[in-house]
Structure formats: structure tokens, C-alpha cells
């Protein structure tokens, strides 16, 4: 316990203040996406914008590209879920047939395609664990573009196996700041929920 606290303790103190930007603007973005407020993308692109560039001067290319795929992703998010003219704003619901087919894809397809990118362009010493990480949380990200429910169901698949990762990589800061994120996230699919059902009372009264 007290090596744990050691090593908590050195990872504070080796955070730099773009770091801590970084990951205030992470927390601001989940808290924002369970409050189920459109400003969790302008919050997103910018963490994620500063973690690529941290990411790049530590030469974690792999990680580098999963970030971009983020930013894709929110920019994405950020349109589908504005509203267009003549036309109501994306309700949270949850995912249909053709949506879960998609979403399965780019979990398993997107496992195998990033562990063969790690395993032959980085020296990555566990592929098989971050690459599973990473695909999940792909498929939570296209889910929640999307409004739906289940994207938080799939980014705790990846926060449940990213806190032993982070942890195994000695990043205890963030291990427990994803911990924190899991916690929130079962309380966003909590909250989604109840505005599921509540949409459906009105439609019954109505």
C-alpha cells in the first residue's frame, strides 16, 4: 500500500500543467455527456487535440492515431447531434439491429486490425490488452456520437480493462482518474435511461 501511495504520489508531481488541462477537460467531457449537453464535444476535441500533441513528443504513435480517431469522431458527434434546420435535434435511444451489427464490427474487426498495427509497428509488450482497449472504446465513441445509450456500456468495457492496464504501466494517476470515469459513466447510462423512459411517457400521454 505504501509503494502505491509512493508511486501516486510521483506521477502528481511529474504532471505538467498541460497534462492536467488535458485531463480536466477529459473529466469536463464525460460529466457533460451524462448531463447529455452538446458541449461535451468542443471539451473532447480540445483534450484530445493536446493529448496528441503530448503523445507525439513521447513518440506513442499508436496512441497518436487512436486519438485522432477521436477527434473524427467528435467532429462528427458534434454535427449529428446539432440541430439541423427544419429538422428536431438526435433524441437518446437505444442502438437497433444495424447499429449493433456496426457497433460488434468495430470491436472485433477493429481488435484485430490495431493489435496487427502494434504488433509490427510498435514495440508494444501488451498488443493483445491495448488493442482491445482501444477497439472498444471506438465502438463507445461511434455509440455515443450517435446518442445512444449503450455507448456507455461500451466505454466501461474499455475503462474496466484500461485501470489494471494503466496500472501495469506504473500510470497510477490515471488509472485512478479512469476509475473515476467508470463511476460517472454508470451514472450517465443511469441518467440517459431515465430520459428514455421519460420520452416514452410523453408519447403514451400525448
Not at 505538467?16 to 449537453?37: M, Y
Not at 492496464?165 to 441518467?191: E, P, Q, R, S, W
Amino acid at each position: 500500500m505504501q509503494s502505491w501511495l509512493t508511486l501516486f504520489v510521483e506521477q502528481l508531481k511529474a504532471t505538467t500543467w498541460l497534462e492536467w488541462t488535458a485531463v480536466i477537460l477529459g473529466v469536463a467531457e464525460v460529466l457533460l455527456a451524462r448531463a447529455n449537453k452538446v458541449w461535451l464535444y468542443p471539451s473532447g476535441i480540445a483534450a484530445t487535440l493536446i493529448s496528441i500533441f503530448l503523445l507525439l513528443e513521447v513518440a506513442l504513435y499508436a496512441e497518436v492515431l487512436l486519438n485522432g480517431y477521436y477527434v473524427v469522431m467528435s467532429v462528427y458527434g458534434w454535427y449529428h447531434w446539432v440541430k439541423k434546420r427544419g429538422k428536431p435535434a438526435v433524441k437518446v435511444a437505444y442502438a437497433n439491429k444495424r447499429e449493433w451489427i456496426i457497433t460488434l464490427l468495430i470491436v472485433f474487426v477493429g481488435w484485430g486490425l490495431l493489435y496487427l498495427l502494434l504488433i509490427n509497428f510498435t514495440k508494444s509488450t501488451v498488443p493483445v490488452w491495448d488493442a482491445w482497449v482501444s477497439s472498444t472504446a471506438w465502438a463507445g465513441m461511434w455509440l455515443l456520437a450517435r446518442r445512444k445509450i449503450e455507448n456507455w456500456v461500451l466505454l466501461n468495457v474499455s475503462n474496466l480493462f484500461a485501470i489494471p492496464l494503466l496500472y501495469h504501466k506504473n500510470l497510477v494517476m490515471f488509472a485512478v482518474l479512469t476509475l473515476i470515469l467508470f463511476i460517472v459513466a454508470i451514472f450517465g447510462y443511469y441518467d440517459w435511461r431515465k430520459i428514455i423512459n421519460k420520452e416514452k411517457l410523453t408519447l403514451v400521454a400525448s
